[in-house]
């Protein structure tokens, strides 16, 4: 029958027929095809053996089409697959194949898995539409500049409130700091620098974007504008004066490492914590200082030059002092000062004007007159004003004159007479009737 003498053939295998060939009719020596095919003279020998007592299809290789003795059972591919479907159905491969291998000490290359999904149909292929952009080149050293940002998200898949979470990724290595929070703030932001200031130290620069939390968004002054300057927000300027660079993204995709960090804990991160349950930010914290340092050992790269330039904060420099939101405010004559709604009884004497009222990260007031903490107490009832006697405004009530009052004596009119009286509500005392 036509077709059953056809060989297919890969065209790797094509080339090495048409060399075995060439040695076959003594046009090259055996030497010569085993450079060409990058072969061991003797399995030269042992192809053309098989081309001459098979033909053609000798040079195709035995193991072709035949299963794998390293092959994954069936039972076991279907019992992944179950698994899969049971307790990570939103999970990629890479990822499934980590919690496989982790809680079920089921072994699973993640590529097999992929293919093996996608034949299953519990997997798609899935194509990113790529923009253009222009690559940057990665920092050298550890520590010349962090991006940072806020992403909002639900982190705890409706379990608890949604929250935000803070975080930082070195350029030059990709090593990621963070911390969840209710809200995206000045104190949030504040904090969660303190806290990688103290795990890693000061670096260069901050790379963020124009949130108004990072940017101020106020006019300049004249006084601004005189000195070349523009308003800067509470953040600026505590990083100003720890003598930290601030650079301003102009786009999403400028600092595309960290947007790409938050796309890739809003798949894993969100995952492990619903496989351990976790619904409130204290807890998350808490996971956090288990999961990131797992996470950094994984996926962060050492940086071109092996240098840190994190610095260690300058002796005589307290942070609390810094990265607070800092309000200068008027001292009344009372010697009281009002902030937030709140009012606060200065204890000290001063001859003082305006002091400045510093908002620390947990949420405590201190008072300060030229760099000296002033004692003070909040006033949480006020003293209540005297009651004074209501002012009549308009007619008041009728004062009848006394009985010798000259007037009484006076002989009326009848029409003023009447008069007196609708006025008295009767007869007046002492006054004669005209009748």
Known sequence: MAGEDMIVARPEELRKLYVIRKVLGKEILQEEASEILSLSSRQVRRIIKRVRLEGDKGVIHKSRGRPSNRRISDEIREEVIQLYRSEYGDFGPTLAAEKLEERHRVKVNEETLRLWLIESGDWKKRRKRRGHRRWRERKRHFGEMVQMDGSHHDWFEGRGAECVLMGYIDDATGK???????????????????????????????????HTTYKSPAQASIQDELEDQRPLSEF???????????????????????????????????????????RT??????????????????????????????????????LDSILCIKTERALRNDFTVAHNRKLYQIEDRTHASRVMVHEQIDGSVKIFYQGQTLRFHEITTRPLRPVKAPVRVGRTEPHPPPLDHPWRNFKFGSRRYERCKSLFHGPVAGMRDPQ
């Not at 904090?191 to 620069?205: E, I, N, T, W």
């Not at 490492?257 to 619903?274: A, H, P, S, Y």
């Open 281 to 318: 930010v204290p807890e998350g914290n808490t996971f956090l200082k288990q999961y990131l340092p797992e996470y950094n050992r994984r996926f962060s790269v050492p940086p071109q030059e092996g240098s840190n330039l994190h610095r260690l904060l300058p002796g005589g420099i307290h």
């Open 176 to 210: 990621v700091f963070g911390r969840f929070y209710d809200y995206e703030g000045t104190i949030p932001a504040m904090d969660s620098f303190q806290g990688y200031v103290k795990k890693y130290g000061l670096p260069l620069a901050v790379y963020l974007d124009r």
């Open 236 to 278: 600026e300027r505590a990083l100003k004066e720890l003598g930290v660079e601030v650079i301003h993204a102009t786009s999403a995709p400028a600092k595309g490492r960290v947007e790409r960090l938050f796309g890739t804990l809003q798949d894993r991160l969100v995952k492990e914590m619903r496989l351990r349950g976790i």
